[in-house]
């Protein structure tokens, strides 16, 4: 039989715990991993959800940060653009979003975003369309069952969503069918390792984006998300078939 490694895609989630790490912190990766190419990659962060305490602030910087607002705060905006997160020709180096794969992949999306808005949720920014192109779109309370939130998205958005305890915070992302890596925004060591133990991922990224990957490490999810581990040395030991050699001596 043919030995295989499969690795596939899952939708992203991020827990921000508290007022323990700073917006800035966050979006300093934040932006440049949720948006561009689209969230059509097997490493972007499909229908990124983002479950955090200090939902009222935080969500505020989301959405100035993708719809153009210039009000930087205490904190530095995802993105040192001062201007919307473009959407358009990827020729252009300003383009941070470029087109859909296609128009199917376009119209699957918004029916979701749609179904999404049709059971309680709302469009913070973004869900507009040119040519084919979907713009950066944050929403927030969607069902963590509609399509939007349960499957794989595909596409450039952010969900946002509230959480009162950290226990919950780990059960809700234990929910999904999928199980890549986790990123967990915190200064609580103790909330970090109870995070690792608790949480059904293939890694957990401590005060970093879940699609963070060094070449070098294990890389690989549970669940729906695949089965073994891709990384130079373990993707080696996942395609070799083990052959015992005994002698007896005497």
């Given amino acids: 039989m043919k030995r295989i490694n499969s690795l596939v895609c899952t ?3 991020m827990l921000i715990l508290g007022t323990a790490v ?14 561009p190419m689209n969230g ?8 990124d959800r983002v479950m955090m305490m200090t939902f009222s602030e935080f969500g505020r910087r989301v959405e100035q940060n993708a719809s153009g607002g210039t009000d930087h705060g205490a904190a530095a905006p995802m993105f040192v653009f001062g201007e919307k997160i473009k959407a358009g020709d990827p020729s252009d ?8 794969i296609n128009s199917d992949a376009l119209a699957k999306i918004q029916t979701k975003i749609e179904d ?17 192109c979907l713009e950066a779109t944050v929403i927030e309370n969607a069902p963590p069952t ?3 939130c349960a499957d794989e998205a595909f596409a450039p958005i952010v969900t946002l969503h509230r959480y009162r ?22 200064r609580d060591l103790q ?3 109870r995070a690792y133990s608790v949480l059904d991922v293939g890694g957990v990224m401590v005060n970093q984006v879940p699609t963070f990957r060094v070449e070098n490490m294990p890389y690989g999810g549970v669940k729906d998300s695949g089965f073994g581990r891709e990384g130079v040395r373990y993707a080696m030991e996942e395609m070799t078939e083990l052959k015992s050699f005994v002698m007896k001596l005497g």
């Avoid at 700073?22 to 948006?35: E, F, I, N």
């Avoid at 180096?93 to 859909?100: F, I, L, Q, S």
């Avoid at 226990?167 to 890596?181: D, K, P, T, W, Y």
């Fill in 191 to 193: 909330l970090a390792m």
């Fill in 40 to 47: 059509q990659t097997l490493e972007q962060e499909n229908a």
């Fill in 11 to 13: 939708a992203a989630i």
């Fill in 146 to 148: 509609c399509d939007l």
């Fill in 116 to 132: 999404a808005v049709s059971a309680g949720a709302r469009v913070v920014c973004g869900g507009g369309v040119t040519g084919n």
């Fill in 93 to 100: 180096r300003a383009t941070v979003v470029g087109p859909m």
């Fill in 22 to 35: 700073s917006y800035a912190q966050y979006g300093s990766g934040r932006a440049l991993l949720a948006y």
């Fill in 165 to 186: 305890e950290f226990e919950e915070a780990l059960a809700f992302v234990n929910e999904s069918r999928f199980g890549l890596q986790a990123g967990v925004f915190t």
